[in-house]
């Protein structure tokens, strides 16, 4: 499945080597609020400042349209990076250029260079090929470690790979053989976990894993598509009226593979305070919605779960943001944390609502890339990867 270069098959002594990084984490105040994708980026920042590498990460944050906007500067991700590594750590105000070649030229090996944010420049996501080469131009070596922008072929993952012998990091690596392998070669039962709001973004993830998975569990917002294909009265719940008939095809062509809740929560308002109850599956009353599932799903999907060899999950059960209606996905993070299986969670809220379960530390890999893990769950390859050299 892997079959691209490693950081580890390269001489990287005494060289410059770029990496691109996924920093893009929140910043409250001023200051990194949640460090985990830093985090998940220092086993190949540390292996290469001990091979005696100059490092120099690059790393998009937020989304500022190429153009400079201070409060979406790296620097307070440098300043953070400084106190978990250590090796010294420098900023420089550009991600290509004066000043970033001045930067470079500064650095020693076992040292660091965090550069500016690639996104403060409109080439970055069109792929630019000058910004590429300009990028390329500070190093010899390029590692590309960032999953969560894996999907994208931007110029500092795709692009500047044209350039320079591209390798991949652990983190990279982990991701794609724990994502790809559980696809390719599953220990089963392989079970699929689907939640979130929409069915239309799961869509091609459930065509693709209906053969792969001994079952398809399915909750949150796009269970109530699937209720409403099969006739059910909704009311105020959130239903995609436009992918109804994709829904009616899916639970033809699943049988009893999908396995979709037998009881719901309903609220009489969208809010974390509103009055709510428990009802089996069927009309919605007037003026309620669904925002849960409910403890008798809680318990189907338990036991399926508990019987897997693998589980992958993607997606929450529920209105997790709020406490009441986040019941649901904090019960099946435990379903999965408890059984044997070999538990994967794709990205995005799943990983926020594992987070705020306090589980995360009993699941075998939690991924780092939403968008990334997606379209590998979809039987997608990944620009980021596929523009690494092969070994």
């Not at 069109?126 to 960032?146: F, G, H, I």
């Not at 059960?317 to 904090?330: I, L, P, R, S, Y």
């Not at 699941?363 to 039987?379: F, Q, R, V």
């Amino acid at each position: 499945m892997f079959n691209k270069k490693m950081v580890t098959d390269l001489d990287v002594n005494g060289k410059n080597v770029l990496v691109r990084v996924d920093f893009n984490v929140p910043l409250m105040d001023g200051a990194v609020g949640d460090d985990s994708r830093i985090q998940a980026a220092l086993p190949t920042i540390t292996y290469l400042v001990e091979q005696g590498a100059a490092v120099i990460l690059c790393s998009h944050l937020g989304r500022p349209g190429g153009e400079i906007k201070p409060e979406l500067s790296l620097k307070p991700v440098a300043d953070h990076l400084g106190t978990l590594i250590d090796a010294p750590v420098s900023f420089a105000e550009d991600c290509i250029g004066e000043k970033a070649q001045a930067a470079v030229a500064a650095l020693e090996p076992g040292q660091v260079l965090v550069l500016e944010n690639t996104r403060f420049h409109a080439g970055e996501k069109k792929n630019d090929p000058e910004m590429a080469r300009k990028l390329s131009l500070l190093a010899e070596l390029y590692v590309n470690d960032a999953f969560g922008t894996a999907h994208r072929a931007h110029a500092s993952t795709t692009g500047v790979a044209e350039h320079l012998p591209a390798a991949a990091g652990f983190l990279l690596e982990k991701e794609i053989q724990y994502l790809g392998n559980a696809i390719a070669d599953p220990k089963r039962p392989f079970v699929t976990i689907l939640g979130g709001a929409k069915v239309s973004d799961k869509v091609p993830v459930i065509e693709n894993l209906l053969d792969k998975s001994d079952h398809i569990l399915i909750g949150g917002g796009m269970a109530n598509t699937f209720f409403k294909a099969q006739g059910y009265e909704m009311a105020e719940s959130l239903v995609e009226d436009d992918v109804l008939d994709i829904a009616r095809s899916l639970l033809e062509k699943a049988g009893e593979k999908l396995v979709l809740p037998v009881d719901v929560v309903i609220a009489d308002a969208f809010d974390a305070n509103a009055a709510d109850k428990v009802m089996d599956v069927g009309d919605v009353p007037p003026q309620w919605r669904i925002l849960d599932i409910g403890p008798r799903t809680v318990q189907v999907f338990g036991e399926i779960i508990a019987k897997a060899g693998t589980v992958v999950w993607n997606g929450p059960m529920g209105v997790f943001e709020f406490e009441k209606f986040a019941q649901g996905t904090f019960a099946i993070a435990k379903a999965v944390a408890e059984s044997d299986a070999t538990g994967i969670i794709g990205g995005g809220d799943s990983t926020s609502a594992i987070k705020k379960s306090g589980l995360d530390d009993q699941i075998t890999h939690i991924s780092t890339g939403g968008g990334a893990s997606l379209e590998m769950l979809e039987g997608k390859t990944l620009p980021g990867l596929a523009a690494l050299d092969d070994k």
